[in-house]
C-alpha cells in the first residue's frame, strides 16, 4: 500500500495507490506499507533512489542499517507494535530521507504511524519539508513508548500488589494461585515490552546520533533543535525502561519465592501427615499378621488398646511437631 502526503498552498493533500511520477516526485512523505513490486519501482523512478528490499531492512550490521548515498539517507531500525493488543512483537522501519522526500518502508502498523497520520491531516506544518516529517514522526513514536512504559509500570505494581496482599491474607489456596499466576503473567508481559521497547530506542538513539553527525547537509536549521530534544528524551526512557526492567525481574524473583514457599508449606503438610500415620500403620501391621499365639487378640481389651495405642503413636508425631515450631 503507498500512501502519499503532498503540501500544497499551506493544506495537506493524502493520496492512496499508485500515481504519475511527477505526482509522486512532489510529495513530502511517502509511506509504503507492505510494497507491492510496482510501489516499489514507481517510488524509485519519480524520486531516483534505491528502497530497500526487506531482508536488507531485516540486515542487524549497523552498516546495512545506517548509511549514506549521495545525498540520500538510509536509516532502518525495529519498531516496537501491538502492545496494546495479542500480537505483541519488533518490526524493521527503514527511513530514506532524501532532500525531495521521506520514504518510509515498513511491514507493520505501530501505532504512532495511525496518530501521526491523522496529526498530519490536522496539522500540514508537519509536513512542511521531508526531516520535519522524520523528526515529528520520531517525536511521536517516543511519546507512544513513553505512554507504553507508563501503562506497564501500572500494570506491574497493581499486580504485584495484589500478589502480596493475597500472599500475606488467609484466603483460600485457590484464590492465591490465580493471584499469583495473574503476577506471573503480567511480569512476563512487562518483561517483554520494556524489552522490545528497549530495542526500540536502541535504534532510535542510533538514528539519531547517525542524524547528528549528518545534520548540516541533512537537516534544516529550523529542525535541528528537534534532535537535541529527542535525544534526551530517548536517553530518560532509556533509563525509566531499564528501571522497569530491572523492578520486574525483582518482583519476578519474589513471586516466585512465595510460590516456593507455597509449594513448601504443602509438601511439608504431606510429610508430617506420612511421618504421623506411620507408627499406626506397623501397629496395625504387627496386629494384622496371622500368627497362632498372639495373646492380645484372645483378651477382650486387645481391640480398644490396639486403637488406643494407634491414635497415641500418630499424636506423639505431631505433638513433638509443634512443639519444634514445624507446623
Known amino acids: 500500500m503507498l500512501t502519499s502526503y503532498t503540501l500544497a498552498e499551506g493544506r495537506i493533500a493524502v493520496r492512496d495507490g499508485l500515481l504519475p511520477?511527477?505526482?509522486?516526485?512532489?510529495?513530502?512523505?511517502?509511506?509504503?506499507?507492505n510494497p507491492t513490486p510496482e510501489e516499489e519501482r514507481a517510488v524509485q523512478s519519480a524520486l531516483r533512489l534505491e528502497v530497500p528490499t526487506r531482508e536488507?531492512?531485516?540486515e542487524i550490521e549497523s552498516s546495512s542499517r545506517l548509511y549514506r548515498e549521495?545525498?540520500?539517507?538510509?536509516?532502518?531500525?525495529?519498531?516496537?507494535?501491538?502492545a496494546d493488543g495479542p500480537e505483541l512483537g519488533s518490526t524493521p522501519i527503514t527511513f530514506v530521507l532524501a532532500p525531495q522526500a521521506l520514504v518510509t518502508v515498513r511491514y507493520q502498523t505501530p501505532?504512532?504511524?495511525?496518530?501521526?497520520?491523522?496529526?498530519?491531516?490536522?496539522?500540514?506544518?508537519?509536513?512542511?519539508?521531508?526531516?520535519?516529517?522524520?523528526?515529528?514522526?520520531?517525536?511521536?513514536i517516543v511519546d507512544r513508548l513513553a505512554d507504553i512504559l507508563e501503562r506497564v509500570g501500572a500494570d506491574m505494581d497493581r499486580t504485584s500488589s495484589a500478589a502480596f496482599r493475597s500472599a500475606r491474607a488467609n484466603v483460600r489456596a485457590d484464590k492465591r494461585g490465580a493471584d499469583l499466576r495473574e503476577a506471573l503473567l503480567t511480569l512476563g508481559q512487562v518483561g517483554e515490552v520494556t524489552t522490545r521497547?528497549?530495542?526500540?530506542?536502541?535504534?532510535?538513539?542510533?538514528?539519531?546520533?547517525?542524524?547528528?553527525?549528518?545534520k548540516a547537509t541533512a537537516v534544516r536549521k529550523e529542525n535541528q533543535s528537534l534532535i537535541k530534544t529527542l535525544v534526551?528524551?530517548?536517553?530518560?526512557?532509556?533509563d525509566h525502561a531499564g528501571v522497569l526492567n530491572g523492578k520486574a525481574n525483582f518482583l519476578l524473583d519474589a513471586v516466585l519465592g512465595i510460590i516456593n514457599v507455597e509449594?513448601?508449606?504443602?509438601?511439608?503438610?504431606?510429610?508430617?501427615?506420612?511421618?504421623?500415620?506411620?507408627?499406626?500403620?506397623?501397629?496395625?501391621?504387627?496386629?494384622?499378621?496371622?500368627?497362632?499365639f498372639m495373646p492380645e487378640l484372645a483378651?477382650?481389651?486387645?481391640?480398644?488398646?490396639?486403637?488406643?495405642l494407634m491414635v497415641v503413636s500418630a499424636l506423639l508425631p505431631i505433638a513433638y511437631f509443634k512443639r519444634k515450631g514445624w507446623l
Not at 534526551?232 to 532509556?238: E, G, H, K
Not at 509449594?263 to 499378621?289: C, D, E, H, R, W
Not at 483378651?299 to 488406643?308: D, E
Request: glycine share 6%; with cysteine.
Open 21 to 33: 511520477p511527477e505526482e509522486l516526485a512532489r510529495a513530502v512523505w511517502i509511506d509504503l506499507l
Open 56 to 58: 536488507e531492512m531485516e
Open 70 to 82: 549521495e545525498e540520500v539517507l538510509f536509516l532502518t531500525a525495529n519498531f516496537l507494535y501491538g
Open 111 to 140: 501505532r504512532a504511524f495511525t496518530v501521526f497520520a491523522l496529526r498530519c491531516q490536522k496539522t500540514p506544518s508537519l509536513v512542511a519539508s521531508p526531516d520535519g516529517v522524520m523528526l515529528h514522526l520520531f517525536e511521536q
Open 197 to 214: 521497547a528497549s530495542e526500540t530506542l536502541l535504534g532510535l538513539s542510533r538514528i539519531l546520533t547517525f542524524v547528528g553527525a549528518e
Open 232 to 238: 534526551r528524551d530517548v536517553r530518560s526512557l532509556v
Open 263 to 292: 509449594q513448601t508449606n504443602i509438601i511439608k503438610t504431606f510429610t508430617v501427615a506420612s511421618v504421623a500415620l506411620m507408627p499406626p500403620t506397623l501397629i496395625a501391621s504387627i496386629y494384622g499378621m496371622n500368627f497362632q
Open 299 to 308: 483378651q477382650p481389651w486387645g481391640y480398644p488398646f490396639a486403637l488406643g
